[in-house]
């Protein structure tokens, strides 16, 4: 069973993130369609109306594994960016994509390739562009 809590995305990471997956290709294909998922169902709000406490797109978030039982440490990129940021998870990877939108304390359960799945909870936003005024980044 997946367990989805509810999201809130930031509107212009939802329209950015809306392009990359319409320009998925064979190796995204899967997460670009569970990200479409997500954005259809989570409720996307102007960048100055995110709450403090949601992981958007930039954001240093602090999250468990809890199969693993380890807390990692990451910022959440598009996959251009992964290059320049040292902890950077790519939106377009399966962990990265069960990120996007969650709130400190939510946990969710994720597939993963091979017909696995994770537990994953956030911890803490470490920083947020939303939180340090950059809405249009």
């Known amino acids: 069973m997946t367990t989805r809590p509810p999201l809130i995305i930031n509107r212009l990471d939802a329209e950015r993130l809306q392009r990359l997956i319409d320009d998925a290709d064979d190796d995204t294909l899967a997460v670009a369609e ?52 040292e902890d950077g998870i790519s939106v377009m990877a ?25 537990r994953l909870r956030i911890d803490a936003i470490l920083w947020q562009p939303e939180r340090e005024g950059q809405f249009h980044r």
Do not use: K, N
């Open 34 to 85: 569970a990200l479409e998922e997500e954005l259809a169902r989570g409720e996307v709000v102007d960048p100055e109306d995110v709450p403090e406490d949601v992981v958007s797109m930039c954001s240093q978030v602090q999250f468990s594994d809890l199969d693993r039982d380890r807390q990692i440490i990451r910022t959440l990129v598009y996959p251009h960016a992964l290059s320049t940021t």
């Open 94 to 118: 399966p962990v990265g994509a069960a990120l996007l939108g969650l709130r400190i304390g939510d946990t969710i359960v994720w597939p993963l390739p091979g017909g696995r799945e994770s």
